[in-house]
């Protein structure tokens, strides 16, 4: 079984709640190519200000950044952690790449999935894996359009 809570900040917009059930679907998906068949994590979706404290908090980067993962580690098993995503950098990169915000939202959670999983981008090598997971899972939500910024994140 798969439990994914999304809880949206007071200080986001409310209509965000529609863009949970696309959300879920993403992580799902993304959970589903890797094969996991029990799962659960959390999402956040939260402004700049809210991530920028996070982000110095917990890796030491004074600044926003559009999404955050924070594994649970393998003690935790089956909870994988929790995400936290900017809805003000998101609307950003969305506007920027020409795409809609849930579709920089879904990207943004398989993102954030695929880093609970141990996926990262530090590397060449790594990057290369960590992106084709992400664009497979795009394409199966017919997101192949929707591509990764190169901003610093996570």
Same mark, same amino acid.
């Given at each position: 079984m798969i439990e994914i809570d999304i809880f949206v900040a007071e200080r986001v917009d409310?209509?965000?709640?529609?863009?949970?059930?696309?959300?879920?679907?993403?992580?799902?998906?993304?959970?589903?190519?890797?094969q996991i068949e029990a799962a659960a994590l959390s999402i956040l979706l939260t402004d700049d200000a809210e991530i920028q404290e996070m982000n110095r908090d917990y890796? =030491?980067?004074?600044?926003?950044?559009?999404?955050?993962?924070?594994?649970?580690?393998?003690?935790?098993?089956p909870y994988l952690g929790d995400i936290a995503i900017s809805v003000e950098t998101a609307v950003s990169q969305a506007e920027h790449a020409g795409h809609d915000l849930v579709e920089e939202l879904?990207?943004?959670?398989? &993102?954030?999935?695929? &880093?609970?999983? =141990?996926?990262? &981008?530090l590397h060449p090598a790594e990057k290369d894996e960590m992106w084709a997971r992400q664009t497979a899972v795009l394409t199966q939500l017919n997101l192949s359009h929707v591509t990764p910024t190169e901003a610093p994140h996570d």
């Open positions: 409310a209509a965000l709640k529609t863009a949970v059930p696309s959300l879920e679907t993403a992580v799902q998906i993304t959970l589903m190519q890797e890796r =030491g980067e004074d600044r926003p950044t559009d999404v955050l993962s924070f594994a649970a580690g393998d003690e935790l098993e879904q990207l943004l959670a398989v &993102h954030g999935t695929l &880093h609970l999983l =141990g996926y990262d &981008h």
